[in-house]
């Protein structure tokens, strides 16, 4: 493996906190000149700021895969593992890096960037496999530094460090330790991490890195700051893609999240970043139409789905028929009511087919606010040129239509978290089909950011996207997955599709 010397910048001023939530969300692609660092520059750049600093520009599309490790010996015991280096892989472990091993055997990647600690190290050679290349280890790929955590059961953490354990739990960003601030530290080297990976030629990139650290990347490409930490979840082998497209007149990049947290078993089960969470709100993409068939004009009318998006229902359906769903919303349009009907159906069948023992009865409704079409129609634009699916194609709307999209998308969203506040039921699963712009502008709400940010987010024909709720629909939401479709098997769209000639990808 060749490995790069450790590039850690060190600062006098620490990470202040915005308190402004107007000026702290700022998109690191939406910054036009690109910074270049000097020792000055660097010893004068607050640490929050250098941390949002924008992207090196780029010549060419450049697609970024990011895996975290598979289950480690202290993942497994529930050890707080940090930057240290006496955990491996368990059998299990080995057997989830082997799936991704397989999910992405067809891709032509240029480049493996991977952490150099061992159980991140071992997922990279089993995925990386016989190709030719050698693995770049990086040592600002590393886990977050958590100090005198390291080692500590999390039982034995909250006994030993009482308050200052309670604060890592429940705000991380602000979390001081041994005189460190480990998420502000892990920002900043996350950021340093991007000017290395974007200025390397090859186009399509594999980074195999930790959960923290994935996040940290994840957040610092599209511009979030260290509050986002614990909101993008990033599971065991979980898989995250990100686009980056250049700009014609150059400076940092567009950056669209392809996908997040594509794990290789189901992202229905299971904890919400180790909380356990009994409010749910999966949003699914009604499957394709004929229009998508045709590659015409998507806003062209009112289309049931084809065979395809048939299948890609009946898939959504099966991947959820274990999970009890309280009610199903969906727009009016014909796809998003078959879509809907699917998953409905074989609820209410689930107990002929064994998966509880209690008949199911799933509410169904419709709402026109998860219709949008009609304002998407508005657009002044050839829509034929940016259909659906294709990554950013929000961003060749109107600033006037993104701002009517956003209000009734924010009526939506009201209307949602009621919904999931019902006192029916303490556990409550809501889903919600819509098409694809309307789901976006429903997470960026749910991510608490403006409607700038409807184009850094891409959705798939049968795609889910799962929001939990650990501390109730007053709280703050935790995105488990978006745009998952590893249920939709030989149906799926691969997760690094080829990449497009240059000017076809250039904004």
Not at 63 to 80: A, D, K, P
Not at 172 to 200: M, Q, S, T
Not at 281 to 298: D, R, W, Y
Not at 424 to 449: F, K, Q, T, Y
Request: glycine share 6%; aromatic share 6%.
């Amino acid at each position: 493996m060749i490995s790069l010397t450790p590039s850690i910048v060190f600062f006098t001023n620490p990470l202040l906190q915005n308190p402004n939530p107007s000026s702290r969300f700022t998109p690191s692609s939406s910054t036009p000149q690109h910074h270049q660092h000097s020792s000055s520059e660097e010893e004068e750049t607050p640490l929050h700021l250098h941390s949002q600093l924008p992207l090196p520009p780029i010549k060419a599309a450049k697609r970024v895969v990011l895996v975290r490790h598979g289950q480690s010996t202290w993942n497994e015991e529930g050890r707080i593992q940090g930057s240290s280096n006496y955990s491996v892989l368990t059998k299990k472990g080995e057997g989830q890096a082997e799936i991704s091993r397989q999910m992405l055997i067809d891709d032509s990647f240029d480049v493996c960037f991977a952490s150099p600690l061992e159980r991140s190290k071992r997922t990279a050679e089993i995925i990386w496999d016989n190709r030719e290349e050698e693995v770049i280890t990086d040592m600002d790929l590393r886990e977050i530094d958590l100090y005198s955590f390291q080692g500590l059961l999390k039982h034995e953490g909250k006994a030993k460090f009482g308050e200052t354990f309670r604060q890592w739990q429940v705000d991380p960003a602000n979390f001081n330790i041994d005189g460190h601030y480990p998420v502000r530290e892990l920002w900043d080297r996350a950021r340093n991490c991007w000017d290395k990976i974007l200025e390397h030629e090859g186009r399509s990139v594999l980074v195999v890195a930790h959960n923290a650290v994935n996040q940290a990347l994840v957040s610092t490409a599209i511009g979030l700051g260290t509050e986002y930490f614990r909101v993008l979840l990033q599971s065991n082998c979980g898989v995250s893609v990100l686009d980056f497209t250049p700009r014609i007149e150059g400076g940092s990049p567009f950056v669209c999240l392809d996908r997040l947290n594509q794990t290789p078993n189901s992202p229905v089960g299971g904890s919400s970043g180790g909380r356990k969470t009994s409010k749910r709100i999966i949003l699914v993409c009604h499957g394709f139409t004929q229009n998508n068939a045709e590659a015409s004009n998507s806003l062209s009318g009112d289309k049931s789905m084809n065979m395809l998006g048939v299948i890609q229902s009946q898939k959504i359906a099966e991947l959820l028929l274990d999970t009890k769903v309280s009610s199903i919303i969906s727009s009016p349009k014909k796809a998003c009511v078959e879509t809907a009907n699917a998953i409905s159906r074989v609820q209410e069948a689930a107990d002929s087919l064994g998966a509880d023992s209690a008949p199911r009865y799933v509410e169904m409704k419709q709402t026109e606010n998860l219709d949008v079409e009609n304002i998407l129609q508005k657009s002044n634009k050839d829509t034929s040129v940016i259909p659906p699916f294709q990554l950013g194609w929000l961003s060749g709307f109107e600033d006037t239509v993104l701002s009517e999209v956003w209000e009734q998308s924010e009526e939506a969203w009201r209307y949602l978290l009621k919904e999931l506040s019902s006192d029916n039921e303490a556990d409550r699963v809501v889903v919600v089909v819509g098409d694809p712009s309307i789901n976006i502008a429903l997470m960026v709400h749910c991510l608490n950011l403006s409607k700038e940010w409807m184009g850094s987010f891409h959705l798939d024909s049968g795609s889910i996207s799962i929001v939990d709720f650990p501390d109730g629909p007053a709280g703050k939401g935790v995105i488990r997955c978006i745009n998952y479709t590893a249920h939709l098997g030989r149906w799926s769209i691969p997760i690094t599709r080829t990449i497009e000639n240059d000017e076809a990808l250039k904004m």
